[in-house]
């Protein structure tokens, strides 16, 4: 299994915390991930509100931990709360349900990390994340949906 690079993580970081501020956005923490949610970059803006890290990391280890982006992490949450509850415990408190965690899939749709962005709503954070990796070169679930590999972009 490939990793994404230092190169393509910092590509993610700088594209959305730039749409960030040419939006107007409140100030933005992200994270990538590699497999296994080992940090491979983190950019925390100034004025970036404490525990911004730890909500960002939250994001993308959900996303890495279910298969899918945090915000069907999110929709599961509300459907199936005792799943859920058990999940977040399961994973000593790290899974945060919230949108703003993305995969990041290669040209394959192979899963090379993740991204967790935090800051403003989880809907801008949740686009934010889609636009950083395509700003990249690389794929989003959504991008995936017709490869023919298994790819959640709806809830299950």
Same mark, same amino acid.
């Given at each position: 299994? $490939?990793?994404?690079?230092?190169?393509?993580?910092?590509?993610?970081?700088? $594209?959305?915390?730039?749409?960030?501020?040419?939006?107007?956005?409140?100030?933005?923490?992200?994270?990538?991930?590699?497999?296994?949610?080992?940090?491979?970059?983190?950019?925390?803006?100034?004025?970036?509100?404490?525990?911004?890290?730890?909500?960002?990391?939250?994001?993308?280890?959900?996303?890495?931990?279910?298969?899918?982006?945090?915000?069907?992490?999110?929709?599961?949450?509300?459907?199936?709360?005792?799943?859920?509850?058990?999940?977040?415990? $399961?994973?000593?408190?790290?899974?945060?349900?919230?949108?703003?965690?993305?995969?990041?899939?290669?040209?394959?749709?192979?899963?090379?990390?993740?991204?967790?962005?935090?800051?403003?709503?989880?809907?801008?954070?949740?686009?934010? $994340?889609?636009?950083?990796?395509?700003?990249?070169?690389?794929?989003?679930?959504?991008?995936?949906?017709?490869?023919?590999?298994?790819?959640?972009?709806?809830?299950?």
């Amino acid at each position: 299994m $490939a990793n994404i690079t230092l190169q393509q993580a910092e590509s993610i970081i700088d $594209a959305i915390i730039a749409k960030g501020r040419a939006l107007g956005l409140r100030p933005l923490s992200v994270v990538v991930v590699e497999p296994g949610c080992i940090v491979k970059a983190f950019k925390k803006e100034d004025g970036s509100a404490m525990m911004r890290f730890e909500m960002a990391f939250g994001k993308a280890y959900a996303s890495l931990a279910l298969g899918r982006s945090s915000d069907l992490v999110r929709q599961r949450a509300e459907h199936r709360p005792m799943f859920m509850e058990y999940m977040i415990g $399961a994973s000593r408190g790290q899974i945060f349900p919230e949108g703003g965690g993305q995969l990041i899939r290669d040209v394959n749709g192979d899963v090379i990390g993740a991204v967790g962005v935090t800051g403003d709503t989880q809907e801008e954070d949740d686009e934010l $994340a889609a636009h950083g990796i395509k700003a990249a070169g690389l794929k989003t679930d959504d991008d995936c949906a017709n490869l023919g590999t298994q790819i959640r972009v709806t809830r299950d």
